[in-house]
Every structure is written in C-alpha cells, then in structure tokens.
C-alpha cells in the first residue's frame, strides 16, 4: 500500500469506536449496519475471519446484524477464511452482507465465493457503496 495514501476518515459515519487492525479497520456505523473496511495490501487468513466475526459480536446489538464490507482492489482472503464466512455459525449472527468490490480479479474470486462457499444469508455484491447500503436497508 502506497504510504502517502490517506486512509477513509469513518468519524463522521461511526457510531462505535473504531477497531484497527492489520490492514483492515470494523466499526458499526449510524445506521446499524458493521462496516469492515480492507485496505489493499490486505491478505485475510481464518484467524483473521474469526477475529473479524468476533468484532462483529461486540458491535452488533440484540439479534443478528447486517454487514457492509469495502474492499480495495489488492485485498484477498484465503480460502480457509471464506469457507469460515460462509458457514452458519456465522449466520447465526449475520442477516445479510454486502461486498462493495471494483477489481475484476477480486469480482471473480467472490463469484466463487457464492458459488462453493454458498453462505445461507443473503450476500451480494455492489460496485458502489451507497447502491450496497441501499440493499442491506432493502433486506433489513
């Protein structure tokens, strides 16, 4: 990741305090919605995914919580981890999640990410951050 790059100010959309992680900030926004936000260089393994749901446990409030998650174009995440994503016990807590994705490499991995992971919640994909916000208020 190039250092001179400013990483998002989320201040004005947070309603928790910020987790900062290796190269990949969670907070729960105003709306409700947990935001995860992964920075370019990112390489996500399952310790990362179970650390990442956990946050999501301290965020979310009663019930199951919806998910917003930004990825920059040179993030990936390991097939251990996307497996772990998908799985019910993640959806014991998660109603539905958002990918906000540009890179067509990255468009590629997530289609197989529904197509062999098949998370049991509904899960889509966005090009545009607001379109994505959109949706998860749709399936609220």
Not at 56 to 82: H, I, N, Y
Not at 88 to 100: C, L, M, N, Q, R
Request: glycine share 4%.
């Amino acid at each position: 990741m190039n250092s001179t790059l400013q990483k998002p100010d989320f201040s004005s959309i947070a309603d928790s305090e910020i987790h900062h992680f290796n190269l990949y900030d969670i907070f729960r926004r105003k709306d409700g919605i947990i935001q995860a936000y992964f920075y370019d260089s990112y390489n996500g393994e399952i310790e990362d995914a179970i650390n990442i749901v956990e946050t999501f446990k301290l965020l979310k409030a009663e019930g199951k919580c919806l998910v917003l998650l930004v990825v920059e174009d040179g993030a990936t995440f390991s097939k251990e981890a996307r497996a772990f994503v998908a799985s019910d016990e993640v959806s014991k807590i998660v109603s539905g999640d958002a990918f906000v994705i540009k890179s067509m490499a990255l468009k590629i991995l997530m289609n197989g990410y529904l197509k062999f992971n098949k998370p049991n919640r509904p899960t889509r994909f966005f090009n545009e951050e607001q379109a994505a916000i959109d949706w998860l208020h749709e399936i609220q």
